[in-house]
């Protein structure tokens, strides 16, 4: 069955042209690596952003949805458990 399913195959790719290309095969590739080549030297340029400025103490906001209620250095927590 499945030497007769591969003879249907390559019987039907024989009749049918292949699509062209805009540029050879390597071109394209090379294109391809060119471009995520780019993207990943801006995304690395961007990687320390975040540690420009000192970091920021946090406060205790209650209006947040899930606030900290782990502040183990003083007892300003509303639940002492």
Partial sequence: ???????V???AAE?????PLI???YVIGG???A?????MIVCVSFMNLGN???AVEATDDPHRQ??????HGDDSASSNH
Wanted: aromatic letters at 2%; zero cysteines; glycine letters at 2%.
């Fill in 1 to 7: 069955m499945l030497t007769q399913l591969a003879g």
């Fill in 15 to 19: 009749e049918h042209e292949l699509a």
């Fill in 31 to 33: 294109v391809m690596l």
């Fill in 35 to 39: 471009f995520l080549l780019t993207l």
């Fill in 66 to 71: 899930h606030t900290n209620k782990h502040l």
């Fill in 52 to 54: 420009r400025h000192s």
């Fill in 23 to 25: 540029a050879p095969p």
């Fill in 9 to 11: 195959v390559l019987a």
